[in-house]
């Protein structure tokens, strides 16, 4: 039997309606990931400059910085920040350590940051 007009326009309106219906799910399931992820790292950038200014050290005129020390609390803490944000962002592993690292220059503001810290943040 030959489809008339008006049962191919039903058609036709009930597919684009599937589509459009899908499409807009899609969109709205994406912007509400990404803004968890945006939320996620927000939360990681405030708790790493909370315990930055707990303990970065005071730049006199003329002195040296003294040396920045982590203690174990503080490295769990980032440790724990870098894999909850590596979960979030689905990171792929390539880019582990450069992350560890700027965390770390982050919470401690010095450039130089040690090799086997970064190791155990991103070891599994």
Known sequence: ?????????????????????????????FRRDMDQSRKAIKASRELLK???????????????????????FDADILRSAFRELVRETNLPECQWRDI??????EYTGCERVEACLVDWMTGK
């Open 1 to 29: 039997m030959v489809p008339t007009h008006i049962e191919i326009a039903q058609s036709v309106i009930e597919t684009s309606y599937r589509l459009r219906h899908h499409s807009l799910a899609g969109t709205a399931a």
């Open 50 to 72: 909370r315990l930055r200014g707990r303990h970065r050290a005071l730049d006199w005129e003329g002195a040296d910085p003294a040396p920045v020390v982590i203690s174990a």
């Open 100 to 105: 560890a690292a700027s965390l770390v220059y």
